[in-house]
């Protein structure tokens, strides 16, 4: 879940213009409130449901409604594509969004096989464009970027684990038939898990890591045969930081929001516990840091401290052909682990 917070920044200058193609997902709403605070201007939108463009018209009456994929792609006053289109959908429409000239920013998972992953890596460097993946979990959380920040300064020396876990609520009676599909929604190693293997790789300071082992489960959704409630990865990163990171479905009804997130990071100095969304059993408020080092125990309101500078950072990286945001590898990086951890993973109860 994205972070209410507001960050104004005049990166695209209004000059910088997107359009949307594909709905299918929510997080399209943070993709488009991230891309105007960060001074881009929003031009179409285009979904195949008219029921979908007409519900984000009326949250951005500045877009309107194209009559075709094909008319966004061909009109050359934009110059970002971003989506949240199905999942095993999103890497196609990438490939036809780099190749029409423009950037495209896309929900995660941004890739649901090894062989979508070769494909936009090769259609990057054929075509020069980018690639960008909306890894909400660390770009949208003020606490997930605190954290990073202190990292960065050397609060609790070199980083040596990294464990996270991310339990979601599933709300079944609000979810598309795509779903329940893990060739069409990427399975729960890679739709919720890409999250956290680009936290990792961030917080490990590393740039690639292996899979050790992983393993899904179906333990409560047995009506839906191809889906996995449950899943788990061990992973050693180049630089030897080990990690851990635990996926659920089974977020209780009564929690005030929709998942009790955490991401424990250890050093050689210290620790670093993130609580993204609540702090359960004390305060509702999002976005604590518990930081404990040399110099005591310290609770960390971070909301605020932070913003959300990814936005303006991928709009440069476009207009400049800089690297700032994120780079081309990280990302890649980051999907080749969900995607083999999916792949490779023990099927444990079904």
Same mark, same amino acid.
């Given at each position: 879940?994205?972070?209410?917070?507001?960050?104004?920044?005049?990166?695209?200058?209004?000059?910088?213009?997107?359009?949307?193609?594909?709905?299918?997902?929510?997080?399209?709403?943070?993709?488009?409130?991230?891309?105007?605070?960060?001074?881009?201007?929003?031009?179409?939108?285009?979904?195949?449901? $008219?029921?979908?463009?007409?519900?984000?018209?009326?949250?951005?009456?500045?877009?309107?409604?194209?009559?075709?994929?094909?008319?966004?792609?061909?009109?050359?006053?934009?110059?970002?594509?971003?989506?949240?289109?199905? $999942?095993?959908?999103?890497?196609?429409?990438?490939?036809?969004?780099?190749?029409?000239?423009?950037?495209?920013?896309?929900?995660?998972?941004?890739?649901?096989?090894?062989?979508?992953?070769?494909?936009?890596?090769?259609?990057?460097?054929?075509?020069?464009?980018?690639?960008?993946?909306?890894?909400?979990?660390?770009?949208?959380?003020?606490?997930?970027?605190?954290?990073?920040?202190?990292?960065?300064?050397?609060?609790?020396?070199?980083?040596?684990?990294?464990?996270?876990?991310?339990?979601?609520?599933?709300?079944?009676?609000?979810?598309?038939?795509?779903? +329940?599909?893990?060739?069409?929604?990427?399975?729960?190693?890679?739709?919720?898990?890409?999250?956290?293997?680009?936290?990792?790789?961030?917080?490990?300071?590393?740039?690639?890591?292996?899979?050790?082992?992983?393993?899904?489960?179906?333990?409560?959704?047995?009506?839906? $045969?191809?889906?996995?409630?449950?899943?788990?990865?061990?992973?050693?990163?180049?630089?030897?930081?080990?990690?851990?990171?635990?996926?659920? +479905?089974?977020?209780?009804?009564?929690?005030?929001?929709?998942?009790?997130?955490?991401?424990?990071?250890?050093?050689?100095?210290?620790?670093?516990?993130?609580?993204?969304?609540?702090?359960?059993?004390?305060?509702?408020?999002?976005?604590?840091?518990?930081?404990?080092?040399?110099?005591?125990?310290?609770?960390?309101?971070?909301?605020?401290?932070?913003?959300?500078?990814?936005?303006?950072?991928?709009?440069?990286?476009?207009?400049?052909?800089?690297?700032?945001?994120?780079?081309?590898?990280?990302?890649?990086?980051?999907?080749?682990?969900?995607?083999?951890?999916?792949?490779?993973?023990?099927?444990?109860?079904?």
């Amino acid at each position: 879940m994205a972070s209410s917070g507001i960050q104004q920044t005049d990166a695209g200058q209004g000059k910088f213009c997107f359009s949307v193609i594909g709905l299918d997902h929510g997080h399209i709403y943070g993709q488009t409130d991230g891309l105007l605070q960060a001074g881009a201007a929003l031009i179409g939108v285009y979904d195949e449901d $008219p029921q979908k463009v007409k519900k984000y018209i009326e949250k951005y009456p500045q877009a309107k409604a194209a009559a075709s994929e094909e008319a966004i792609l061909s009109d050359t006053s934009i110059q970002m594509v971003t989506s949240a289109i199905r $999942p095993d959908k999103r890497a196609h429409l990438g490939l036809r969004v780099m190749h029409a000239g423009k950037d495209y920013f896309v929900d995660k998972p941004g890739m649901v096989t090894l062989g979508e992953i070769a494909d936009v890596r090769a259609a990057c460097a054929a075509t020069g464009k980018r690639y960008f993946i909306y890894f909400t979990e660390r770009l949208h959380v003020e606490s997930a970027l605190y954290a990073e920040k202190l990292i960065r300064e050397g609060a609790i020396g070199r980083v040596i684990n990294v464990t996270i876990l991310a339990p979601h609520r599933l709300r079944p009676e609000t979810r598309p038939d795509w779903h +329940w599909i893990s060739n069409q929604a990427g399975g729960i190693l890679n739709d919720i898990g890409s999250h956290q293997f680009e936290q990792f790789l961030t917080y490990a300071s590393a740039k690639s890591a292996r899979i050790s082992n992983s393993r899904i489960a179906n333990y409560n959704n047995h009506a839906h $045969p191809e889906f996995f409630d449950f899943g788990d990865c061990s992973l050693i990163a180049d630089n030897g930081v080990t990690g851990y990171a635990r996926l659920d +479905w089974f977020t209780p009804n009564a929690l005030s929001t929709f998942g009790d997130g955490r991401v424990f990071i250890t050093g050689t100095e210290g620790t670093i516990e993130i609580r993204k969304y609540l702090d359960v059993g004390i305060s509702p408020d999002s976005d604590i840091v518990y930081l404990v080092n040399k110099d005591g125990e310290q609770r960390i309101q971070a909301k605020g401290k932070t913003g959300f500078p990814f936005f303006a950072d991928m709009i440069h990286d476009c207009i400049n052909g800089s690297d700032t945001a994120m780079s081309q590898e990280h990302i890649l990086e980051s999907m080749r682990l969900a995607v083999e951890a999916h792949e490779k993973a023990e099927v444990i109860n079904r």
